[in-house]
Nanobody
Framework: HVQLVESGGGSVQAGGPLRLSCTVS????????MAWFRQAPGSEREGVAG???????TYADSMKDRVTISKDNAKNTLYLEMNSLKPEDTAMYYC???????????????????WGQGTQVTVS
């Protein structure tokens, strides 16, 4: 039974940092492509950052200078470090996992097989 559980969200002042975690169970995270997405009210779910099985990372232009995605394979945990947060970063943040395959796009939500329940980030 595959499960992804996010944590670390909360309320933070503009300019502050926050670190999100996604604990994976039911499979080994090192063998999957993983990503963070976010969804604000009334908006589409959008990719924030992705990491593949080699550890190579990709970021959305809107956040690439302010976020870092990483994985601790020993702990089966995915992280998202966010800095200089802005009110427009307010959203529900989700982690997702995908089987590596040809044509996979890190920021295309349809390509992901498993999702967490989300953790709310509010910046004021």
């Amino acid at each position: 039974h595959v499960q992804l559980v996010e944590s670390g969200g909360g309320s933070v002042q503009a300019g502050g940092p926050l670190r999100l975690s996604c604990t994976v169970s039911g499979y080994t995270s090192s063998t999957w492509c993983m990503a963070w997405f976010r969804q604000a009210p009334g908006s589409e779910r959008e990719g924030v950052a992705g990491i593949d099985t080699t550890g190579s990372t990709t970021y959305a232009d809107s956040m690439k200078d302010r976020v870092t995605i990483s994985k601790d394979n020993a702990k089966n945990t995915l992280y998202l470090e966010m800095n200089s947060l802005k009110p427009e970063d307010t959203a529900m943040y989700y982690c997702a996992a995908a089987t590596p395959r040809a044509g996979l796009r890190w920021d295309r939500r349809e390509d992901y097989d498993y999702w967490g329940q989300g953790t709310q980030v509010t910046v004021s």
